[in-house]
């Protein structure tokens, strides 16, 4: 059964379009991630799931049950984790947790339990009667999830949950998700880091503009661009007399523009760029491309530094879709 079902979902703020006829399934058990630039409609989504938007058009069922602001019966099964970190001031980190998780469990002792399993699942037993100014920015998002994960929710919404956390931190948040998922949890996870996604995502929609672009496992959507193989290669400064004479020709760049014209005229070569002395070329998949761009650099005389080949990312994915760069 699908946890989440949306059918062609339109929300507009007056003039602007923020999700464009957008559908979404995700199933049981899955972590699915929304992946897109600021601005690509991933947190008005979620609003709009949680019921605390309306929306235009479209439809909106969760646990095969239409969703809609009075149906608490649906909102006890649904934890979210917002973006900004939401907790209250004046209350301990024990407090917090328990307030929070007292809006979904009335019993006392079972709460008193939930909320000890809460505060070792983000281990912050030693923080426990801390109030949230007194926590760094990593563990304030640990007491975030906290909050949101105490009462265990069957479905999780994870808006962003990494951004500005210590590397520390942030793989014991991914790490904790997937120990979520373990135990039976559905997880959303919003995301711009395509590193994150595909570390631990099952399956990735790519947004923008309020619209799906495209959707599948981390490999099904690298597998259907056409680039296959991208080479990165740092170039040195320029040396020896016909690299200075070069050096004139195209001043302050590290490969005159007739190299990258070369380059690009190469079989199988995609796209080439160049920012400051790094020249990345997206190339098809084809057995000879590495050999090819050196021995074209080499008959130009480029000073090379490290080079590296890797399988596309999911940057390539939005790249070859959109032209942007995701990090725009
Ligand atoms: N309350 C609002 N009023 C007007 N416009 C809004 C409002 N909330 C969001 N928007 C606009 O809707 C669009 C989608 O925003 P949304 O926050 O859903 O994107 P996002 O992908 O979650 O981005 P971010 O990663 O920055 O949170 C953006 O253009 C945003 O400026």
New binding site residues.
């Given amino acids: 059964m699908d946890v989440i079902a949306i059918e062609g979902l339109v929300k507009r703020?007056d003039e602007?379009l923020?999700l464009d006829h957008f559908d979404l399934n995700v199933a049981q058990g899955e972590i699915f991630g929304l992946l897109?630039p600021?601005?690509?409609?991933?947190?008005?989504s979620i609003n709009c799931m949680l019921a605390l938007l309306t929306y235009d058009r479209g439809s909106i069922e969760l646990f095969g049950e239409p969703m809609a602001p009075t149906r608490y019966d649906l909102k006890r099964r649904i934890g979210i984790v917002p973006?900004q970190v939401a907790v209250i001031d004046e209350l301990t980190v024990r407090e917090n947790i328990d307030y929070f998780c007292s809006l979904y469990v009335s019993d006392r002792a079972r709460r008193r339990a939930l909320v000890g399993e809460a505060i070792e699942f983000v281990e912050l037993e030693e923080f426990v009667r801390f109030r949230p100014g007194k926590l760094s920015g990593g563990l304030l998002r640990r007491l975030n999830i906290a909050c949101g994960i105490a009462h265990k929710p069957e479905l999780i919404f994870f808006d962003?949950p990494t951004v500005a956390v210590d590397p520390q931190s942030r793989n014991a948040i991914l790490s904790g998700i997937q120990r979520l998922r373990a135990e039976g949890a559905t997880v959303v996870y919003?995301s711009?880091y395509m590193e994150e996604v595909e570390q631990i995502c099952d399956r990735v929609m790519i947004m923008d503009h309020g619209r799906a672009l495209a959707q599948g496992t981390p490999d099904e959507l690298k597998r259907s661009i056409r680039t296959g193989e991208r080479i990165v290669i740092e170039l040195e400064g320029p040396s020896g007399p016909r690299a200075r004479s070069r050096s004139h020709a195209s001043p302050g760049a590290a490969l005159p523009a007739r190299e990258l014209d070369r380059l690009r005229a190469l079989p199988h070569v995609l796209g080439v760029s160049l920012a400051g002395n790094l020249l990345a070329v997206s190339c098809e998949a084809s057995e000879h491309n590495l050999t090819d761009v050196l021995a074209s650099l080499r008959a130009g005389n480029a000073r090379l530094g490290r080079i590296t080949c890797a399988p596309p990312t999911l940057n390539d994915v939005f790249l070859e879709i959109t032209g942007r760069e995701l990090r725009d």
């Fill in positions: 703020y602007l923020a897109g600021n601005g690509s409609g991933k947190t008005t973006q962003e919003t711009h």
